[in-house]
């Protein structure tokens, strides 16, 4: 199980198909500063802990197999484009992204105390009085459902169940009933330290060298693109085309990923090239058969940039032919516009 603050996601629900997790990872970083970054698939789960700096630790977990550190990482990057993991990531305070990073690093400080001499709420007070940095595992008898007690500082900030699926409870009810639980079936209790002082990163960030420019060879210069005033005709035009590939997709019944996934990871693909398509900054969307775009393009770059997009999705699905056959009417419609921009698909 693993387990973080999960109560706001800064974003949700994204797919790890079609995600550079490097990019990721370092785009959080700058536009959060400190959270975590959660995987999760039927059958598994991770999660990349960070603050401006560094990568601070990462978890694995699946039926057969765990994972912690850089070893987590490297699992989380080779299987995350195979894997389609749903991902979200999570804001967490500064002063508590160490405490939850470190979680799976916690030592043992007390081990099987049992109810019958230990009751927990002393146990509780006498953490609060030390001040102590760590986490209480509850084992109750009688098979009853268990669970963990977070203290940050001596300060109780959390429970989560043994049985459930990770989520943090901050209620005193959960505590309260937790110890109820402890005196009325008995158990054994766990207690975890965390020392934040010897915390050791996983990976820094790597600051990139600025690249020198290369010189371009002189070259007559090009014949102005016609500019079009209406933006709209354009991007119905754009709205059409992608359309019909979603279409043609859509009917093949070989090819198991859903379009808005292709052309995402296609997006992702071509950032560096043109960073209105950056997903995360969502300039340009295609959402249910609409197109919307909020940047500041010029026309000519914008057409270019998707129509490389819809032919290399094409290609690559191995739907070039079927999809040119789809493209008559579209051809006819917007002729103009495709002689004006040298469109050629």
Known sequence: ?????????????????????????????????????????????????????????????????????????????????????????????????YF?????????????????????????????????????EVKLNQNKDGGFLFYYNGEVIGGASAKGGGELDRSAAYRDDLIEKSREFGGRFDVKNINLLKITPIAKKVTKPTPRPIPRPVSKPKVPVKPHKDMKLILGMLEGLLSLLETVIKANKRIKVDFETLL???????????????????????????????????????VKAIVECAKEIAVNQGIAKSFTKYLSPWKKRYTDQIMDFNIEI
């Open 100 to 136: 939850w990073a470190n979680l799976s690093n916690a030592e043992e400080l007390y081990t099987d105390l049992s109810s019958e001499f230990t009751d927990i709420e002393g146990l509780i007070k006498k953490i609060e009085n030390e001040k102590l940095t760590g986490y209480i």
């Open 264 to 302: 995402n990871k296609k997006f992702v693909d071509k950032v560096d090239q043109y960073d209105f398509l950056d997903p995360f900054a969502a300039e340009f969307r295609y959402v249910n058969g609409e197109v919307i775009f909020t940047g500041k393009a010029s026309q000519k770059e914008l």
């Open 1 to 97: 199980m693993i387990i973080i603050p999960r109560e706001d996601p800064a974003v949700q629900d994204l797919n790890s198909y079609y995600l550079k997790i490097d990019k990721l990872l370092e785009h959080y970083q700058g536009a959060l500063g400190t959270g975590g970054v959660y995987f999760k698939s039927p059958t598994s789960e991770a999660v990349v802990f960070f603050d401006e700096d560094n990568l601070l630790n990462s978890f694995y977990k699946d039926k057969k197999l765990e994972f912690k550190g850089r070893a987590a990482l490297d699992k989380i990057v080779d299987i995350s484009s195979v894997n389609n993991f749903s991902v979200s990531i999570y804001y967490i305070l500064p002063e508590r992204v």
